[in-house]
């Protein structure tokens, strides 16, 4: 009863050729996202030594690349010809993430293009403002009309955010997420006198984090794993999206996943946006473009504070010379360098029962709410500054 005839059995191992190789289509589409981002970069690879003449496959690849990006016109010719608009487009691109300008698509230029990234564009605001100190040059940029968030309150501002309680990634507690967004918004407060209080009210927060993946309804869809890693909207927007088909880690001693990306560092570096700055040429800068796998990068340097900096005035127990012994990489918590500063905010709500609610907004990393998580944050403001000592 279990043989089957020859027609038969022909017609049952076709469909399962049939099964298989859609199985295998929805694999590879999975690995590789939407669109022609995410791993299909390392396609780019075959493009080595490629220069103005050249005609191979994947340039009108590269090509939509560097328009994407801000490096070409978008209604370019995205032919396999290595011609002098890419040419032109590949020196603009080495010039503006400080690699050697060589026109050509050398090891340098190639590994760069083929690195995670954010999704901001690079040429898109106003440009890089080339101060020097101390030998070194600050390569900070601005979007376009350096927008910022202003209030009409004294300093400093207050502006709340919220973790979304549904655009998630269920390999990661919403504890632990947000105890990596509390050490981010943190490092930028230390700088700058804005406060960031964390509110349950996702809908009425001024700063909006979730994951998503593919196109999620803001006109910029992600990619797919190590292409896109994050992007946030300038002033006053507020929203700061990440990918949530990366592998996203908060700890590399724990989680040795070849692909990881480090949560907090692409965290940090999108707050900056969130905070009106634009992308640095600097590559110790957090602001930065892209960061590769495994790599670990939270702590602000000169050139990211004297640009948030620019945006907003210093936090009045700030010194750039703390940054000097801080390097631009590391996996120490904040809050442990030679500067901490504490604004404490005092928050009242009048309700029927006149009600009376604080906050503490410590730039050392954490932030202690004295309220019902459930209760809203009301307008009437008292702030005083202190300092606090650190070892």
Partial sequence: MFRCRGAAAAAAAACLLLLLAA??????????????????????????????????????????????????????DNDEAFDEHLEAAVMRYQTRLSLPVTGRLDSATLDQIMSPRCGVTDADGDGDRATSHGGAVSRFTFFKGEPRWTRSDVPPIVLTYAVSPTATVDYLPPPTVRAVFQRAFARWASAIPIGFVETDD??????????????????????????????????????????????????????????????????????????????????????????????????????????????????????LSSLSEQGSTSSSPPGRGSFSSRWIVTVTRWSEEAKRFQLQIYSSGMTTKQVSQREQIGENLQVEHQQTSTS
């Avoid at 690995?31 to 003449?53: E, P, T, Y």
């Fill in 23 to 76: 199985a295998s289509r929805g694999v590879a589409h999975g690995a590789h996202g939407h669109g022609h981002g995410g791993v299909a970069w390392h396609s780019f690879k075959q493009l080595l030594d490629a220069r103005r003449g050249s005609r191979v496959t994947g340039l009108a690849e590269l090509k939509r690349y560097m328009a994407r990006f801000g490096y070409m016109a978008k209604n370019s």
């Fill in 202 to 319: 996702y809908a009425g927060a001024d700063i909006k984090v979730g994951f998503y993946a593919g196109n999620h309804g803001d006109g910029v869809p992600f990619d797919g794993p190590l292409g896109i890693l994050g992007h946030a909207f300038s002033p006053k927007n507020g929203r700061l999206h990440l990918d949530a088909s990366e592998h996203w880690a908060v700890d590399f001693a724990v989680d040795a996943t070849a692909t990881a990306i480090d949560l907090e560092s692409v965290a940090t570096h999108e707050i900056g946006h969130v905070l009106g700055l634009g992308h640095s040429a600097s590559p110790r800068a957090v602001m930065y473009p892209s960061i590769k796998p495994r790599e670990k990068k939270v702590k602000l340097t000169v050139d990211d504070v004297e640009g948030v900096q620019a945006l907003y005035g210093s936090n009045p127990q700030f010194s």
